[in-house]
């Protein structure tokens, strides 16, 4: 009997071992499970922002050659509109030499 109760006691331990081990398993696999998909989603997120990043840069280098542009045609025009300026004064004062 008392080896029967040994054996018994032995089962019982090991079954709860063995339960208890398979339970920390499984809670270690869904957290590897959570961890890996954080991971997923953080990577996807990491791409994400890389294109926008490289969509920013395309935009403000087109954004700079338009003002460079811009600014030589403002540059061009005022120049243009100076020397108008310039002889519109120059035709007034030969006129008014003449009279």
Do not use: P, Y
């Not at 969509?55 to 020397?83: A, F, I, P, Q």
Request: aromatic letters at 4%; glycine letters at 6%.
């Amino acid at each position: 009997m008392d080896g029967f109760k040994i054996s018994m006691e032995i089962a019982i331990a090991l079954t709860s071992g063995i339960v208890s081990a398979l339970g920390v398993w499984f809670k270690l696999k869904g957290s590897v499970e959570m961890q890996q998909l954080k991971i997923s989603n953080m990577e996807d997120d990491i791409k994400t922002a890389q294109l926008r990043i490289t969509s920013l840069k395309k935009t403000v280098e087109h954004n700079r050659e338009k003002n460079e542009n811009s600014v030589s045609d403002l540059k061009k025009e005022m120049g243009d509109m100076e020397m108008r300026i310039i002889k519109a004064i120059h035709e007034l004062t030969t006129e008014i030499n003449k009279k």
